[in-house]
């Protein structure tokens, strides 16, 4: 069954994704909360995307852990290194995104901030799901057939 086929079928998979978007949008008024007072200060856009940034990872990684996919069963030090790769993915799309929203659409920071919250959405949970919180990065891999 496909991860598609999963969210739109499997109950378990309904729940932890509503969760998932339930805690993204506590994140979400954390991230958006201080990128608007970060905002009001003299640092840099890219500063402030990036400040905002890690204190919503933080914030994020700690609720999945112990609330959405309450994963103990690997060591949280794994989970915290599969977790780094996936939010760096994340980060790099979300300066890219206010950065270009901002200077070559001229949106105001603010709307470029949400753009890149959606585009992050799916790409967080799967990642999330399978290898942060799920067995890792490489069972991942051999999940969908990379050996």
């Not at 991860?3 to 008024?29: E, H, K, M």
Request: net charge positive.
């Amino acid at each position: 069954m496909s991860s598609v086929t999963r969210l739109a079928f499997d109950q378990g998979w309904r729940f932890q994704f509503l969760r998932y978007v339930t805690i993204g949008g506590i994140v979400f008024i954390v991230d958006v909360g201080s990128f608007k007072l970060l905002l009001n200060t003299n640092l840099a856009l890219f500063f402030v995307t990036t400040s905002a940034y890690a204190l919503a990872i933080c914030t994020h990684f700690t609720l999945n852990k112990f609330i959405n996919f309450r994963a103990h069963n690997r060591p949280v030090h794994h989970q915290a290194a599969n977790y780094a790769w996936i939010a760096l993915a994340g980060w790099i799309i979300t300066v890219a995104v206010v950065e270009i929203g901002t200077h070559r659409f001229g949106l105001a920071p603010l709307l470029a901030k949400l753009a890149a919250v959606v585009i992050n959405l799916p790409i967080g949970f799967l990642g999330h799901r399978f290898v942060t919180f799920g067995n890792g990065f490489f069972a991942a891999l051999r999940r969908i057939g990379v050996k």
